[in-house]
């Protein structure tokens, strides 16, 4: 395993103890998903439902509703971004390794079927890949029968903190 990877026995960073906190409370995950909407307020706008996340793993949950539809009544591809943007997000900042900081470069998606349902975005990552440079970072977007309606990866610039 790389020095930079965290190992499953590490210390949660503050963003997977708070997520961890809020699934023994009612209404845990709506409440966790509502706070990291507003520290990214744009992510609000999907409405969107955190339903899993652990170490280089998120997954959210982008309800099909009027809000979110294009011309054909399916969810639209830019709502659909915007979700696995915020699982990727999340994602990162639950995982990235203490000495490191990220900003994302760029994204690369391709819409490969109609987005009529519910839409389950998921970013996930090895421990591994948490090195300085770029980092690729898979993401998908599932319906609910399973079928991927948006696949690619978000480019990361990962890089070293600075000293203190």
């Not at 307020?41 to 959210?60: D, V």
């Not at 009027?66 to 011309?71: F, G, K, Y």
């Not at 900003?103 to 079927?113: F, H, N, R």
């Not at 309606?149 to 903190?161: A, C, D, R, T």
Request: proline share 7%.
């Amino acid at each position: 395993m790389s020095p930079n990877a965290q190992t499953p026995n590490a210390k949660p960073n503050k963003v997977l103890a708070l997520y961890h906190k809020t699934q023994g409370w009612p209404f845990g995950q709506k409440i966790f998903s509502i706070m990291v909407s507003r520290m990214a307020p744009y992510f609000g706008t999907i409405k969107p439902l955190i339903t899993e996340l652990r170490l280089n793993h998120c997954a959210c949950l982008i309800k099909k509703r009027h809000a979110v539809h294009n011309h054909i009544k399916t969810v639209h591809v830019i709502a659909i971004c915007n979700g696995l943007e915020m699982a990727m997000g999340v994602m990162a900042e639950a995982s990235i390794p203490a000495h490191l900081r990220w900003i994302p470069k760029g994204m690369s998606l391709d819409y490969t079927a109609k987005a009529g349902s519910d839409i389950l975005c998921v970013a996930e990552v090895t421990p591994e890949q948490w090195t300085p440079g770029d980092m690729l970072v898979p993401v998908t977007a599932y319906d609910t029968q399973g079928v991927v309606v948006v696949k690619g990866h978000i480019k990361l610039w990962i890089s070293e903190k600075p000293q203190k």
